[in-house]
């Protein structure tokens, strides 16, 4: 799909539709912390933390498990079908949550763990790529802001339903935001474009095996690939809140501490793609995982208002920077800025790397176990994603 001239009228408006689709779909996962607790205190208290983590876990690796195959249909040319199928599933799902019974782990792993994340996994890769076909020379910066829609979710919904689910109870509270999420997904759905072709000759797609054949994106899988990219990093999303308030912290900023770790990644994701036109995603994106793996052993040193708001905005800042830029980077091993399996080679790494995501918080809440031992899944995210920057860095 060749690129048109630099962004113009077209792909600024579909750079705010996949704003607000990132904003309603990957920015609802980012307030699964909020879930976590609650299901753990209140609602599936007949479970362990580690079994409710399936849920989480699951809708977080859905959305690079389908990476390869959305990414594939995307270059060949299934954007739109890719992006309406994936809303309607995404928010019939979450209206499906509403309707789940108290300790009836079965409704609610199928509608927000299987249902929501196939709904995102529809969309994920589509929204992101479609905006590297709009620009050339700011590339990573319009991928930056379309991942800032992410953090922007993961800012507003954790204070709605934190909210909403002690003024109005679980259903009512995931049904508003429900509609909240119908309008968001309708508007972006109609913002977005294609970039009008160039020519009149269609590329061919690429074979994904031809991909292996090149030795720089062979090494940067090679890189990802043992589990490390999601295995760690993403432990404070879904735990920050419930090691807060267990910890005593005051219950409001407890319950504001996802809020803030997700306002400063929005930060993170604008300003790190920012710089990364100058300074290359690569050099960028190895420091950046660097800081937020020892961020994550600073979880253990939360013990009031003041260490939380500092974890909660350091980790914030770099781990948002860290997912932008690493799409980022990945996009930066297509062969020119018009190749058509842009999507298809980033997908592949995400897909390959996503079973990260689906083991992660189950073992960290294994390691968790009933009686909260904190140090242990600490432990372990920040090791697992310390080593992926050293996997970043030999590769």
């Known amino acids: 799909m060749p690129v048109e001239k630099e962004g113009g009228l077209r792909g600024w408006m579909t750079i705010a539709g996949a704003w607000l689709i990132q904003f309603s779909t990957f920015g609802y996962v980012y307030s699964y912390g909020v879930y976590q607790d609650y299901y753990t205190r209140v609602f599936l208290t007949n479970h362990t933390p580690s079994s409710i983590a399936w849920i989480g876990s699951f809708q977080l690796m859905m959305p690079f498990a389908l990476g390869l195959v959305s990414g594939k249909l995307f270059d060949a040319g299934y954007f739109h079908h890719l992006i309406v199928l994936g809303s309607v599933i995404f928010t019939f799902s979450l209206f499906m949550v ?3 019974q108290p300790n009836q782990y079965y409704q609610v792993f199928l509608s927000q763990g299987l249902g929501m994340g196939l709904g995102i996994g529809l969309v994920f890769v589509p929204t992101a790529s479609i905006c590297a076909l709009h620009f050339k020379r700011r590339k990573a910066l319009a991928t930056g802001i379309v991942f800032s829609g992410s953090s922007a979710g993961g800012l507003v919904f954790p204070i709605m339903l934190n909210h909403l689910l002690l003024s109005k109870g679980y259903a009512n ?3 508003y935001t429900a509609y909240i999420v119908l309008g968001c997904l309708t508007i972006g759905n109609l913002l977005m474009r294609k970039p009008l072709p160039t020519n009149t000759q269609k590329p061919v797609p690429p074979m994904i095996a031809s991909f292996f054949r090149e030795p720089e994106y062979l090494m940067t899988i090679l890189g990802y690939v043992s589990f490390l990219m999601f295995y760690g990093i ?9 090691y807060a308030v267990l910890h005593k912290v005051d219950g409001n900023l407890a319950f504001y501490s996802l ?9 993170g994701r604008i300003f790190g793609n920012f710089f990364a036109d100058t300074y290359g995603a690569w050099n960028l994106l190895i420091p950046t995982t660097a800081i937020a793996g020892g961020t994550i052993w600073a979880v253990l040193g939360v013990h009031d208002e003041a260490t939380l708001i500092v974890v909660a905005m350091v980790y914030g800042f770099f781990s948002g920077a860290w997912l932008s830029l690493s799409f980022a980077a990945l996009g930066s091993l297509a062969q020119s800025p018009s190749e058509i399996g842009y999507a298809a080679r980033t997908g592949l790494v995400l897909a390959i790397s996503s079973l990260g995501c689906l083991f992660a918080a189950p073992t960290q809440g294994a390691l968790l176990s009933r009686t909260y031992l904190w140090i242990r899944p600490i432990a372990f995210s920040s090791v697992s994603t310390l080593s992926l ?3 970043l860095e030999i590769s």
Not at 234 to 242: E, G, I, R, S
Not at 259 to 267: G, K, P
């Open 173 to 175: 509270a995931v049904r």
């Open 259 to 267: 809020a803030i770790l997700n306002a400063c990644s929005f930060v």
């Open 389 to 391: 920057m050293l996997n």
């Open 234 to 242: 993403f432990f404070p999303v879904v735990y920050l809140q419930l």
């Open 98 to 100: 509403s309707l789940a």
